[in-house]
C-alpha cells in the first residue's frame, strides 16, 4: 500500500489543527481523479491515521468522530475503511503487544456505527469479529463458511438433460442461426437467450460454448457475434477456458484443428475478449518442442549438405536400411497440427500484428514464417501496409499493377504513405518474413521498387533537416536487403528478372555499401536456416556437376546452366568456380566464355567474389620456393584481365583493392592491376619485343595498336572508357600511379627484407612494368584537361611525393606534349601563317613558353653543382622528348599498310564471305590504312619541328666549366642510364639520342667518351640490373653497338657522320713544332682500334660476370649478351673464348640452376650461328700504320730507320694506347675500381703477345748480345747520348729483321694448327716438370736469393711500369723478369677469361675432354694516341704547360726504351715520334747528372750478383733452354705483333737464364695451383685480386727504394 506520511505537527496539533488539515487533505484526494490512483492515496490517509491510534498517538473518540464525518464524502469509504481495518488486523494480531491490539479494537468498535457488519464479517478475521461480538464463536464461524462453499461450488444440481431442457437448446440455437440481414442485432438476441435460459433453466457456460459454435460456422459475422460475446461474456477467463477446452479436442493424433476456431480465436484476441497469455498455454504443442525441432531440422540440413558435398560409396547394407526408415517414416502416424501456427496465421489474416508478433518471438528465427501458409499471410499483410506508398512512389511508368481492397480491422496497422511510415511495422514484418519473402516475387519487386525510388529522393534531397532521417532510413534499407531480399532471392528458383530488378536497387548504393552485402550473404546468411543449409549445399553439387563437363565444345549449354544457377545462388557458384580456377588455369577461358548469361547483378557479385578470392589470408602468394609468385594468384589475375574486359563489370572495388594493397606495402597485387590494363587497354608490357614491334612503338598510337603488340587485342575503345571512367570517378589515377613508383622502391628496401633476392626482382619487375603499362594507358586515353589537372608539375611530384625522377618525368612527359600542342595550336589561330618556316618558329615558341618553367622546377631535383656541368634546358629536352620526337618509323607504317592491303585482296579473293560482311571488312581495312598513312605525315611534320627546335637549343646545352668527362659522367649519370632501363623503347630513345647530340655537333659534347664510358664499365651496372632491366639494357647496348658498327664497317659513312664532328675532336697533349696545342680528329683506322677494344673491354666484362658464380651476374649477362648479339662478338677469338665460358656455364649449372642452363644452352646456340659473322682480328682492325701516320716515320723511329716495316710502327701506335691506359689508371687512383682493373688488364696482356723470334739460336744469341749491349748503355747514360747513337742505329736493324721473321713464322703457323697444338703441350709437359722439380727440392740454395729477387721485382713491377710514364730515365729492371712478372700477373688478374690457369700467350680452355687452343692471345686494350689522351682526359683537369712537358719527357724517353727493347715494345705517340730528336737533346741535358754515379753503383752490384750465381748458372741453363724452345714454339703460333724480346737486364746471360728458369717455373707452379683452385669453385673476387696486387705493388716499390733502382726517376720528379 502507498504510504502517505502525515506531519507531525497536525499530529501533534491535532485538536487545534491537525484534524481541520487532515480532514481537507482528504477531500482533495476524493475530488481527484486518477484513475483510481485516489483511492490508494485515501487509504494511505486512513492507514496512517489509524494507525496513529493503534500506537497510543491519539485519542480514540477523536479520531473516529473524523472518520465518521468523512464517510459522507464517498459512497465506497466504508469499504476503504474496512480494508485498512483488515490490514490492521493481520499487523496487530501479530504483534506481542496486547495493548496495541486492545487500541485497534476499541478503535473498530467505535466505527460499528458507521461501518456495515457485513462488510467488517467479510473482511476481518472470525477472531477479530468474535472479540467485537459481531459473532458468538468463531469456531461455529468456520465451520459454517466450509459448508456454504462446498455447496456452492463442488456440489453439483441434477438436471434433466434429456427432458426439460431439449427445446431450450433446440430455440436456442435456431435464435443463433437466424438471417441476420434484417434489423436483428445483437441486444434483441441477447434478451432472447436470457428468456431461454430462464424459461428453460439452460446452463449460461453451455449456452456460451453453443453461442461460440454458431460463431464458428458463421464466421463471416463477426461483428454479430463479436458483440453478442461482449455483452453477453460475464468473465474473460471463462471464455478462454472453453476455447482452450475446443482447442484441447483436436490435439489427438490424425486430427486437425479447424480453421473456423483458428478464426473466432484470433477476433476474440483481436478485440480483447481475450488474453493472449491465458489462450496460449491451451495451445499445443509446448515452445520447448518447438525449439527442439528447430535444431534437428538445422542438423538433418547440415547432414543433407555433408553428404552431398563429401563424395561417399554406400554398400548395399546401408542402402537397405535407408529404405526400411524410409518405410517406418511413412507407417508412423501423422503429428497433430501446430495449434499456435494456426491461430498465428489467422491474426495475421485478420491483421492483428501485435498479438503475432508476440507469438513469433516465443519461437525461433524464422520458425514461423518457414511454413509456407504463415509467410504467405504475412506477405499479404505487408502487401496492404505498402499498398498507397507503392502506387504514388514505386510503380514504374506505365505498369497498372492490381489494386488491393484494405482490411476492414481497424486494428491492423495502418497503411504507409511516406518513406518514413516504413518504420513503424513493414520493416519489422519484412525482417520477421526473412528468406521467405521468396514465396511471393512480387511483393519482393514491390519492396525493392520502394528503395530505388527511395535512394533516388536519398541521392537528390540535400536538405539538411532531413538528412539524420534519411540516413536511418537508408541503414533500414540496407538491412532489408542483407535479412529479407538476398536470402529470398537464393530460395527463389532461376528467377532472372528478380535478379535484375535488385540490381536495379544494388546499383544505387556505393559498391563499399554492396561487397558488404554480399559478404553477409556468402559467409553469414546460408548458415542461419535449414532451408539455406540446403540449398547451398544442392548449389555447390551442381556447380561441380557442370565444372566437370566444362569444355571449349559445350560453352553455350554449360553457359546456360551456370547462368540459371547463378541467378539465385552466384555467391557460392562463383566461390567454387574461382576455387577450381585457381588449381586449373586451362578453365579460364571456358569459363569466361560461359558466363554470357549472367545477370547484372550476378556480375557484380563475381567480381565481389574474385576480390575476396584475392585478399584470402590463408592463401600464400608465393610458392614454397620464396622465388616465384603462386599459381593461383597468376590465374585469378588472367581472369581478372579476361572478365572485366568482356562484361560490363564495375572496376572500382578492384582497383581500390589494388590501391589499399599498395598503401600497405604489399606489390604481389599489382599482377592483377596489369592484367586488367593489359586485356581492357590493348597496352601489352614485354621485354621480348622483336624490332618489328619496337619500331612500331615508335609511332603513334594507330601504328602501336597495329604493329606494337603480340596479339591484337581489337575493340577495346568500350572497354578503356570503362576503365578511364572508373579511375576519374574514384580519384584512383594519380594515387595508383604515386604508389607504385614509390612501391619499386620499397619492394626493396621494405617489402623484399626476408624474400629470395629473384622474387624481390621479380616483384620489383612486375612493379615497374605495371607502373608503365598503367601510365602509358593514362597517357593515351585521358583527355588534356584530365590529365594535366590531375598530375601535379615534376617539383611536386619529386619532392613532395618523393617520387623517383625516372618516374615522374615518365609521368609528366605526356602533360609536356599535351601542352606544347595545344600552345602551338593557339599560336597558330592567332596569327594566320601557313608557311612551314612560320609554323617551325610558333612551335619553338610554343615549347619555350611551356618547357621555361620545368627548366626552373628541375633545379630543385638535384645539387647546384650538377648544374655547372649540364643545363637545366638540356636535362629537361633529354626526360621530355621520346622515340615518336626523334625519327618516323617509315618502315613500320609501310609494313602495316602492305598488311592491310593484303588483308582487303584476301577478303576480296574469298567467295565465302557474305556481301556485306565483305564490304564492311574492306571498308574497315581502307579506314585504318588512310588513318596510318595520315598519322606517318603528321608525324613527319612533328618529328621536323622537334630536330629545328633541337637544333636551336643545341648550343647552349652543355657548359665549358669543367671537363668533358665530368659533363659525360653526370649525363649518364642523371639522364642516360636510368632511362634506359625504364622501357624498351626508352632505351632506344636513349641510343638514338646520343646519336642525335653526335649529328647535331653539340659543342662540348664527347661522343668517343661517351661511347667508351658505356662500353668499358658495364658490371657493376649489369649485377645491379633485374631481370628485365637486364633486357632493356642490353637493348640499349645493342643500339650503341648498332651505331659504332654502321660507323667501323665503313670508312666513307664514318667520314660522312664522324669527321669534322665536335664528338671524335681529340686534342693532343703533346708540343708540336710550334710548341702548342694541336687539335686533330680520330681518323679511321684508329677508331677502328678503339671499337676493338670496345669488344675486347665487354668480353672481359661479361667473362668476369660469368665467373663469379652469383645467379644474378650470370642471368644479367646472359640476357644482356643475347640482346646484344647481332652486333658483338663479331672478332673470333673473343666469340670463342665467350662461348668456352658459356658452354663451362652449361656444364656447370645443368643440374643446379635449370633457369640459368636454359639461358646458357639457348645463348650458346645463337652465338654457334653467329660464328659465321665472326672475322678475324686483323680483319677487324688493321694492323697496319694507318696512311696519315706513314709521313712522318723518320721523326719516329730516327734517321736511320727509314726501311723499318710498317707493322712494327703500327706496333708503337698500339703501345701509346696501351701507355694511355696506364696513365689513365694512375690518375684514377681508386675512383674506379674496373676502370683501373680493365686498364692494367690491358696493359699486362700487351706485353703478352711476344714475338716468335725465340724459334732459332741465332736469334736468341743476338737477343742476349742486345740486351747486354743495352745494359751497358744504360749504365753509360740513362738517355739517349750521342756516344749510342750507332748502337741505337745497330738496334733498330736487329728489330726490323726480327719483325719480318715474325710474320714470316706466323704466316706458317696460320696454315699449320695441329703442329701448334703440338707445341702448346710440350709446354705444358715442361710446366709440369718444373712444378715437379720444384716440388721435390731440386733447386739448391745459392737460387733462393735469386727466387726472392724475382718476387721482389714481381712486386714492384707495376710501379716500375708507372714510374717509366713519368721519367725521362730509362727503367733499370730486366726485361726479361718484367716479362715474366707480367706473365704471373695475368695468372693471378682477371684476363678476359678470368681463369688462373690461362697461358699468358694463349687461352686454354677444355672442350669435351680435349685442350682447345685459341689461334691468338686475347687483345690489349687496342687504341692509338688519340684514344690515350681521350681516356687521359677521362677524369683529369685540363693540364698546365709544366705538366705538358713532363708529359712530353716521360713518353719521349718510354719510346727511346721501347724501341731499343723489343720485349716492352708498345709506347709511342704520333707527335712524340714528330719531336723525337728535339727531346732527346732535352733528355741528355737532363740526366748528365745522374749518369756516373748510376754507372757505378750498377757496376759493383753486376759483379756480386755474378759470383753468387755462378754455381747455379750450369744446371738452369738447360731448364731455361727447354722453357724458351717451349715458348717460342707458342709464340710463333700468336697472331701478334710483338717484337721478339729483347734483355734490358744488367745481369750477365747466365743471371738472366737462372731467373727466367726460376720465373717460368715458378708461373707454372702457380698456374697449375690456380687450376686446382679454380676446379674447386673457390674463385678470387676482383676486388681481393686488387688487394693483393695493390699490397705487392707497396712492397715491391719499398724493395726498388733499397736497390735504388729508380734514383733517376726520382731526381727528375
Given at each position: ?1050 670508312r666513307a659513312v664514318y667520314e660522312k657522320e664522324c669527321v669534322n664532328y665536335p664528338g671524335f675532336l681529340t686534342i693532343f697533349r703533346a708540343a708540336g713544332f710550334d710548341g702548342g696545342n694541336k687539335a686533330d680528329q680520330l681518323d679511321y683506322e ?206 733498330k736493324q736487329r728489330d726490323e729483321r726480327a719483325g719480318k721473321e715474325e710474320r714470316l713464322l706466323r704466316e706458317g703457323k696460320e696454315k699449320t694448327p695441329k703442329a701448334d697444338r703440338e707445341k702448346v703441350k710440350l709446354d705444358e709437359k715442361s ?287
Amino acid at each position: 500500500m502507498a504510504t502517505l506520511i502525515l506531519p507531525g505537527e497536525w499530529i501533534k496539533n491535532w485538536e487545534k489543527s491537525g484534524k481541520h488539515e487532515f480532514v481537507q487533505l482528504c477531500k482533495e484526494l476524493t475530488e481527484k481523479t486518477d484513475h483510481g490512483n485516489e483511492t490508494k492515496d485515501i487509504q494511505a490517509a486512513l492507514y496512517e491515521v489509524c494507525s496513529q491510534v493503534v500506537q497510543g498517538n491519539l485519542k480514540i473518540d477523536l479520531v473516529s468522530a473524523v472518520l465518521g464525518e468523512m464517510m459522507e464524502l464517498r459512497d465506497d469509504l466504508p469499504s476503504i475503511l474496512a480494508d485498512v481495518f483488515c490490514i490492521l488486523d493481520l499487523e496487530t494480531g501479530a504483534l506481542e503487544e496486547k495493548n496495541k491490539r486492545d487500541y485497534y479494537t476499541h478503535l473498530v468498535g467505535a466505527c460499528l456505527s458507521f461501518v456495515p457488519e457485513a462488510i467488517l464479517k467479510e473482511r476481518l478475521d472470525p477472531e477479530t469479529l468474535e472479540s467485537l461480538g459481531l459473532i458468538k464463536q468463531a469456531h461455529q464461524f468456520n465451520q459454517k463458511i466450509v459448508k456454504i462453499k462446498t455447496k456452492l461450488f463442488y456440489k453439483q444440481q441434477k438436471f434433466n438433460l434429456l427432458r426439460e431442457e431439449n427445446e431450450g437448446y433446440a430455440k436456442l440455437i435456431t435464435e443463433l442461426g437466424q438471417d441476420l440481414s434484417g434489423n436483428i442485432t445483437s441486444t434483441l438476441v441477447l434478451e432472447s437467450i436470457k428468456s431461454l435460459i430462464g424459461c428453460f433453466n439452460l446452463d449460461p457456460n453451455r449456452v456460451l460454448d453453443i453461442i461460440l459454435e454458431v460463431y464458428e460456422s458463421r464466421s463471416e459475422q463477426d461483428e454479430f457475434f463479436l458483440s453478442l460475446i461482449k455483452s453477453y461474456m460475464c468473465e474473460p477467463i471463462t471464455l478462454c477456458h472453453i476455447l482452450g477446452f475446443k482447442f484441447k479436442f483436436y490435439q489427438e493424433p490424425n486430427e486437425e484443428t479447424p480453421k473456423s476456431l483458428y478464426h473466432i480465436a484470433a477476433a476474440l484476441l483481436n478485440h480483447k475478449l481475450i488474453e493472449l497469455e491465458d489462450l496460449y498455454v491451451h495451445l499445443m504443442p509446448v515452445d520447448g518442442t518447438i525449439v527442439e525441432e528447430h535444431k534437428r531440422e538445422i542438423s538433418e540440413a547440415k547432414q543433407i549438405a555433408r553428404k552431398l558435398v563429401t563424395v561417399v560409396l554406400p554398400s548395399e547394407k546401408s542402402e537397405d536400411k535407408e529404405k526400411e526408415k524410409e518405410k517406418e517414416e511413412e507407417k508412423n502416424e501423422k503429428p497433430p497440427d501446430n495449434q499456435k501456427l494456426g491461430l498465428l496465421e489467422a491474426l495475421l489474416r485478420i491483421g492483428d500484428w501485435h498479438h503475432a508478433q508476440s507469438i513469433m518471438d516465443q519461437m525461433p528465427s524464422f520458425y514461423a514464417t518457414s511454413h509456407k501458409t504463415i509467410a504467405l499471410a504475412l506477405c499479404q499483410l505487408v502487401h496492404l501496409t505498402v499498398e498507397p506508398l507503392y502506387r504514388r512512389a514505386g510503380v514504374p511508368k506505365g505498369a497498372k499493377g492490381c489494386a488491393l481492397q484494405p482490411l476492414k480491422n481497424k486494428r491492423a496497422p495502418q497503411p504507409t504513405e511516406s518513406f518514413e511510415d516504413l518504420r513503424k511495422d513493414t520493416f519489422s514484418m519484412l525482417c520477421y518474413l526473412g528468406p521467405h519473402l521468396s514465396h511471393d516475387p512480387i511483393l519482393f519487386a514491390k519492396i525493392v521498387r520502394l528503395g530505388k525510388s527511395f535512394m533516388k529522393e536519398y541521392q537528390t534531397d540535400g536538405r539538411p533537416e532531413v538528412k539524420d532521417k534519411m540516413e536511418i532510413l537508408l541503414s533500414c534499407f540496407l538491412s532489408i536487403a542483407d535479412q529479407v531480399l538476398l536470402p529470398s532471392l537464393s530460395l527463389m528458383e532461376c528467377n532472372a528478372c528478380m535478379s535484375e530488378e535488385l540490381w536495379g536497387l544494388f546499383k544505387l548504393f556505393p559498391y563499399q555499401h554492396r561487397y558488404r552485402l554480399y559478404g553477409q550473404w556468402k559467409n553469414e546468411t546460408y548458415s542461419g536456416h535449414p532451408l539455406l543449409v540446403k540449398v547451398k549445399a544442392q548449389t555447390v553439387e551442381r556447380a561441380r556437376y557442370i565444372m566437370k563437363r566444362l569444355t571449349k565444345e559445350n560453352i553455350k549449354q554449360s553457359g546456360r546452366q551456370i547462368g540459371k544457377l547463378s541467378h539465385s545462388n552466384p555467391t557460392i557458384l562463383f566461390d567454387y568456380m574461382l576455387s577450381q580456377i585457381q588449381w586449373y588455369d586451362n578453365l579460364i577461358v571456358p569459363v569466361v566464355d560461359s558466363l554470357k548469361y549472367l545477370t547484372s547483378l550476378n556480375y557484380d557479385v563475381l567480381a565481389y567474389c574474385i576480390i575476396e578470392a584475392l585478399a584470402n589470408p590463408e592463401k600464400e602468394k608465393m610458392k614454397h620456393d620464396d622465388t616465384t609468385l603462386s599459381l593461383w594468384l597468376q590465374s585469378l589475375a588472367s581472369l581478372c584481365g579476361a572478365v572485366f574486359r568482356k562484361y560490363p563489370i564495375e572496376l572500382a572495388g578492384l582497383l581500390q583493392y589494388v590501391t589499399n594493397q599498395l598503401k600497405a606495402g604489399k606489390s604481389f597485387d599489382l599482377l592483377i592491376l596489369k592484367e586488367v590494363v593489359q586485356k581492357m587497354a590493348g597496352i601489352e608490357i614485354t621485354d621480348e619485343m622483336t624490332s618489328e614491334q619496337l619500331e612500331a612503338m615508335t609511332g603513334g598510337e594507330q601504328l602501336k595498336a597495329e604493329g606494337g603488340y603480340f596479339g591484337q587485342i581489337r575493340n577495346t575503345k568500350k572497354s578503356s572508357q570503362r576503365l578511364k571512367d572508373a579511375l576519374l570517378d574514384h580519384e584512383l589515377a594519380l594515387p595508383l600511379c604515386l604508389l607504385m613508383a614509390q612501391q619499386r622502391n620499397g619492394v626493396v628496401f621494405l617489402e623484399g627484407g626476408e624474400k629470395h633476392l629473384k622474387l624481390v626482382g621479380h616483384l620489383y619487375d612486375q612493379c615497374h612494368d605495371t607502373l608503365v603499362q598503367f601510365g602509358g594507358f593514362l597517357a593515351s586515353n585521358l583527355s588534356t584537361e584530365d590529365y594535366i589537372k590531375r598530375v601535379p608539375s615534376i617539383d611536386v611530384l619529386c619532392n613532395q611525393f618523393h617520387t623517383p625522377h625516372d618516374a615522374a618525368f615518365f609521368l609528366s612527359r605526356p602533360m609536356y606534349a599535351h601542352q606544347i600542342l595545344s600552345k602551338y595550336e593557339e599560336l597558330k589561330k592567332a596569327e594566320k601563317g601557313n608557311r612551314q618556316q612560320q609554323k617551325v618558329t610558333k612551335y619553338v615558341a610554343a615549347c619555350e613558353q611551356v618547357m621555361t618553367p620545368v627548366h626552373e622546377a628541375v633545379m630543385s631535383l638535384h645539387p647546384a653543382r650538377v648544374w655547372d656541368d649540364l643545363r637545366p634546358q638540356f636535362y629537361a629536352t633529354f626526360w621530355s622528348l621520346t622515340m615518336y620526337d626523334l625519327a618516323v618509323p617509315h618502315a613500320a607504317y609501310e609494313r602495316e599498310v602492305n598488311k592491310l592491303k593484303v588483308q582487303i585482296k584476301a577478303i576480296e579473293e574469298n567467295s565465302e564471305i557474305p556481301l556485306n560482311k565483305k564490304k564492311k571488312e574492306k571498308e574497315r581495312c581502307t579506314a585504318l590504312q588512310e588513318k596510318l598513312q595520315e598519322e606517318e605525315k603528321k608525324q613527319m611534320e612533328h618529328v621536323q619541328r622537334v630536330l629545328h627546335r633541337l637544333k636551336l637549343e643545341k648550343d647552349s646545352w652543355l657548359l665549358t666549366k669543367s671537363t668533358k668527362n665530368e659533363t659525360i659522367t653526370k649525363f649518364l649519370q642523371l639522364c642516360l642510364f636510368p632511362r634506359c632501363i625504364f622501357s624498351s623503347i626508352d632505351a632506344v630513345y636513349c641510343a638514338r639520342f646520343v646519336e642525335l647530340v653526335h649529328q647535331q655537333k653539340t659543342p662540348n659534347f664527347c661522343t668517343l667518351l661517351c661511347y667508351d664510358r658505356v662500353f668499358s664499365a658495364i658490371i657493376y651496372t649489369v649485377a645491379s640490373c633485374t631481370e628485365n632491366e637486364s633486357h632493356r639494357y642490353g637493348r640499349f647496348l645493342c643500339c650503341m653497338l648498332e651505331t659504332v658498327t654502321r660507323w667501323h664497317s665503313n670508312r666513307a659513312v664514318y667520314e660522312k657522320e664522324c669527321v669534322n664532328y665536335p664528338g671524335f675532336l681529340t686534342i693532343f697533349r703533346a708540343a708540336g713544332f710550334d710548341g702548342g696545342n694541336k687539335a686533330d680528329q680520330l681518323d679511321y683506322e684508329n677508331f677502328r682500334h678503339v671499337v676493338h677494344k670496345w669488344h675486347y673491354m665487354l668480353t672481359k666484362a661479361s667473362v668476369h660476370c660469368l665467373e663469379t658464380g652469383d645467379y644474378t651476374h650470370i642471368r644479367n649477362i646472359l640476357i644482356v649478351l643475347t640482346k646484344i648479339l647481332p652486333c658483338y662478338p663479331k672478332v673470333l677469338n673473343l666469340g670463342q673464348a665467350l662461348e668456352c665460358r658459356v658452354h663451362k656455364i652449361c656444364l656447370e649449372e645443368k643440374d643446379k640452376r635449370p633457369d640459368l642452363y636454359a639461358l646458357a644452352m639457348g645463348y650458346s646456340g645463337r652465338l654457334k650461328s653467329q660464328k659465321v659473322h665472326m672475322v678475324p682480328e686483323n680483319e677487324f682492325h688493321h694492323k697496319d700504320q694507318p696512311a696519315r701516320s706513314a709521313t712522318p716515320a723518320s721523326q719516329q723511329n730516327g734517321p736511320g730507320s727509314t726501311g723499318k716495316p710498317a707493322a712494327n710502327t703500327s706496333k708503337t701506335e698500339e703501345g701509346g694506347f696501351e701507355d694511355g691506359d696506364r696513365v689513365k689508371d694512375k690518375s684514377q687512383g681508386t675512383t674506379k675500381p674496373v676502370n683501373k682493373a680493365n686498364s692494367t688488364t690491358a696493359k699486362v696482356t700487351t706485353s703478352n703477345g711476344n714475338g716468335a723470334l725465340n724459334s732459332t739460336k741465332a736469334v736468341k744469341d743476338d737477343k742476349e748480345k742486345s740486351g747486354k749491349e743495352k745494359k751497358e748503355k744504360k749504365e753509360k747514360t740513362p738517355g739517349s747520348t750521342p756516344e749510342t747513337k750507332a748502337e741505337n742505329r745497330r738496334e733498330k736493324q736487329r728489330d726490323e729483321r726480327a719483325g719480318k721473321e715474325e710474320r714470316l713464322l706466323r704466316e706458317g703457323k696460320e696454315k699449320t694448327p695441329k703442329a701448334d697444338r703440338e707445341k702448346v703441350k710440350l709446354d705444358e709437359k715442361s710446366g709440369k716438370d718444373d712444378k715437379a722439380k720444384a716440388g721435390n727440392g731440386e733447386p739448391v740454395e745459392p737460387a733462393r736469393d735469386a727466387v726472392k729477387e724475382s718476387k721482389n721485382k714481381e712486386k714492384g713491377d707495376r710501379n716500375a711500369a708507372t714510374a717509366t710514364l713519368k721519367s725521362p730515365n730509362p727503367r733499370s729492371d730486366s726485361a726479361e723478369s718484367e716479362r715474366d712478372h707480367k706473365r704471373r700477373k695475368l695468372d693471378s688478374h682477371s684476363s678476359p677469361s678470368h681463369s688462373s690457369s690461362v697461358k699468358p700467350q694463349f687461352l686454354k680452355v677444355r672442350d669435351q675432354g680435349r685442350s682447345l687452343l685459341l689461334d691468338r692471345p686475347l687483345p690489349p686494350s687496342s687504341s692509338s694516341s688519340t684514344d690515350f689522351l681521350l681516356l687521359s682526359d677521362n677524369l683529369l683537369p685540363p693540364p698546365t704547360p709544366s705538366q705538358l712537358i713532363c708529359h712530353l719527357h716521360s713518353s719521349l724517353q718510354d719510346s727511346s726504351n721501347e724501341l731499343k727493347d723489343p720485349a716492352t715494345k708498345h709506347i709511342n705517340f704520333n707527335s712524340v715520334a714528330r719531336s723525337k730528336s728535339r727531346e732527346r737533346e732535352v733528355e741528355k741535358k737532363d740526366t748528365e747528372s745522374v749518369q756516373g754515379r748510376s754507372k757505378e753503383k750498377k757496376e759493383e752490384k753486376e759483379r756480386k750478383e755474378r759470383k753468387r750465381d755462378h754455381g747455379v748458372n750450369d744446371r738452369e741453363a738447360s731448364q731455361e733452354s727447354k722453357r724458351r724452345k717451349d715458348e717460342n714454339g707458342t709464340n710463333s703460333s700468336k697472331n701478334s705483333q710483338s717484337a721478339s724480346p729483347s734483355c734490358d737486364s744488367p745481369l750477365t746471360p747466365e743471371k738472366e737464364k737462372t731467373k727466367r728458369s726460376k720465373s717460368s717455373s715458378k708461373e707454372k707452379a702457380e698456374s697449375v695451383k690456380a687450376e686446382r683452385t679454380s676446379s674447386g669453385g673457390k674463385k678470387e673476387s676482383r676486388h681481393e685480386k686488387s688487394e693483393k696486387k695493390e699490397k705487392r705493388d707497396s712492397a715491391g716499390g719499398k724493395e726498388e727504394k733499397k736497390q735504388s733502382r729508380l734514383t733517376s726517376t726520382d731526381n727528375v720528379h
